[in-house]
């Protein structure tokens, strides 16, 4: 069982950053592959991007691509989604997920712990 809690959220202006954080507790989070989904009232929870064992096995949404950053520390037992340039539409509470394996996949369905999600508020 692995036990994720998010921060890192709050209220920015556009083309400002943030850094989210998801810090695991339970397991050993070395050997699990954690994505950042988001989601906004009346749509479905979208990717992000994830993060796999190694730090540099890494996937992103097109729209976030160059302007969003995923790594890890695993001393740490934490994930970490750096997010740069950011723009109104990329308001939404923002989730981490972990799975117990080597891949990241970019279907939600294909997490099994979930945090608790933070509000990510990006004004104009």
């Known amino acids: 069982q692995v036990q994720l809690v998010v921060s890192g959220g709050g209220l920015v202006q556009a083309g400002g950053s943030l850094r989210l954080s998801c810090a695991a507790s339970g397991r050993t989070f070395s050997s699990y592959s954690v994505g950042w989904f988001r989601q906004t009232p009346g749509k479905d929870r979208e990717f992000v991007a994830g993060?796999?064992?190694?730090?540099?096995?890494?996937n992103y949404a097109d729209d976030v691509k160059g302007r969003f950053t995923a790594s890890r520390d695993n001393a740490k037992n934490t994930v970490y989604l750096q997010m740069n340039s950011l723009k109104p539409e990329d308001t939404a509470v923002y989730y981490c997920a972990a799975r117990s394996s080597i891949v990241v996949v970019t279907h939600q369905l294909g997490y099994s712990y979930w945090g608790q999600g933070t509000q990510v508020t990006v004004s104009s």
């Open positions: 993060i796999g064992w190694s730090a540099s096995d890494t």
